[in-house]
């Protein structure tokens, strides 16, 4: 089979390197890709939101399977462009519709839908310019922290904490009239406060039936401690060692069932990754956002610990016989440690050469995943706020952590930042 994944960051390495594997992948590629991925896969320079280049570039290779890694293509209808022509109909797409892309590209829709299915979520309601003082007003009889959300896409900076009354009323006219996050802020959510901890669950399904994937939890804030400002994703380890087996029934039996359940009544084409973005309020679990495709740096995490092969399933995935795979994790727990810019999440520059990474020996244990990265007269480097994450293996989140820390050692590049207080939370 010739497989296309879409994609340049740490989620899209981490599947090629896994598919890369698999006796029935033939040729692979990855566009645009990064310096990792061309090390499993054939890189492609594309635009990946071109979808008539797109298409030529599947025409060309002879591709069989289609997945989208990042969000954009989703919610832009990538699955429509192709289901809609009639040549591209053995294509298998592994990614939601557009009508399905929704859920991550509104979250006044995904609230929506939490509502009409009964999935537990915070309290909310949503505001345009023109009901701007009905939303000042609406913050008046909200407890602090303020959580305000641009309902659309923002690059995962579109949430804002807020302690002061007077901040959020003074964001939310920023958000708003000011376009703080561009089209993603035309409209934005104010929903109460969850205090409890994050976690993330991933499930993959054809629309009706679904596989759990191994949960995981993140990183996000850039300083330790959980300060400073939002990224993409400074670490994560999986499993979630708070999310016991009477937790994860919870999480099965209030939430993913109910939201695949959803899907299928509503009848949305949803053939994929769903990411379940968790609060755990005492031993309650709530949503706090969907998203339709992988997270990243989970799937450093979450797609290694799976032991089948990967493509097989998500064959079967795309073909409807999901319900014939029987998933096998490793029991092993995995951790990883995102490297990223000087100056991430702000302004961070490019270019910058990385060494040490010849030091590292990958094996069953370890595995260095490309994110911001390309290769340039023979020499790796930095092309992106998050350029590499370290994943390891051990027998506890602990072990794999340490082991993770021990190869970050060997690496670097002028501006280097990583966390040292990852997994410092859960002991």
Request: aromatic share 8%.
């Amino acid at each position: 089979m010739n497989v296309l994944i879409l994609g340049s960051g740490g989620r899209e390495h981490t599947l090629a390197h896994q598919i890369s594997k698999s006796s029935t992948c033939n040729k692979l590629f990855v566009a645009p890709g990064n310096a990792g991925t061309s090390l499993c896969a054939t890189n492609l320079e594309l635009d990946i939101l071109n979808f008539e280049k797109v298409a030529k570039s599947i025409r060309n290779h002879d591709i069989q399977m289609l997945i989208v890694g990042p969000e954009a293509p989703l919610v832009e209808g990538i699955k429509d462009y192709f289901d809609e022509r009639e040549e591209f109909s053995d294509l298998k797409i592994i990614g939601p519709s557009k009508r399905g892309a929704l859920l991550e590209g509104s979250k006044e829709r995904a609230k929506q839908f939490m509502r009409d299915h009964m999935v537990p979520t915070a309290a909310y309601r949503s505001f345009s310019k023109d009901s701007l003082e009905a939303g000042k007003e609406f913050l008046k009889t909200m407890h602090p922290p303020y959580v305000l959300k641009a309902d659309g896409l923002a690059g995962g900076k579109g949430v804002l904490i807020l302690k002061q009354l007077h901040e959020a009323q003074d964001e939310l006219e920023n958000m708003l009239t000011n376009s703080k996050f561009g089209k993603a802020s035309e409209k934005v959510v104010i929903e109460e406060f969850l205090n409890g901890i994050e976690l993330s669950v991933f499930v993959l399904t054809d629309g009706k039936n679904y596989l759990t994937l191994p949960n995981a939890k993140d990183y996000k804030r850039i300083g330790e401690a959980d300060t400073g400002l939002n990224t993409g994703g400074m670490g994560a380890i999986s499993p979630v060692p708070f999310a016991d087996e009477a937790f994860m029934k919870k999480v099965d039996e209030r939430i993913i069932k109910p939201s695949i359940d959803g899907l299928y009544k509503e009848g949305i084409d949803f053939t994929g990754f769903l990411f379940i973005g968790l609060m755990k309020v005492g031993d309650e679990p709530f949503v706090v956002e969907y998203n339709v495709r992988m997270g990243d740096p989970e799937t450093e995490v979450v797609i290694p610990r799976i032991k089948n092969d990967l493509l097989d399933v998500l064959s079967k995935t795309a073909e409807a016989q999901i319900q014939d795979v029987q998933l096998e994790i490793s029991s092993q727990h995995a951790a990883t440690v995102m490297l990223v810019s000087g100056g991430y999440p702000g302004t961070y520059e490019k270019g910058k050469v990385i060494s040490g990474l010849d030091k590292i020996e990958e094996n069953k244990d370890v595995f260095i995943c490309h994110a911001g990265t390309q290769k340039a007269n023979d020499e790796i480097r930095t092309n992106g706020g998050r350029v590499i994450a370290v994943t390891a293996f051990g027998e506890t989140f602990q072990k794999a952590l340490e082991k993770a820390y021990e190869n970050v050692d060997h690496i670097n590049f002028k501006g280097m930042y990583y966390r040292k207080d990852l997994g410092k939370d859960l002991v």
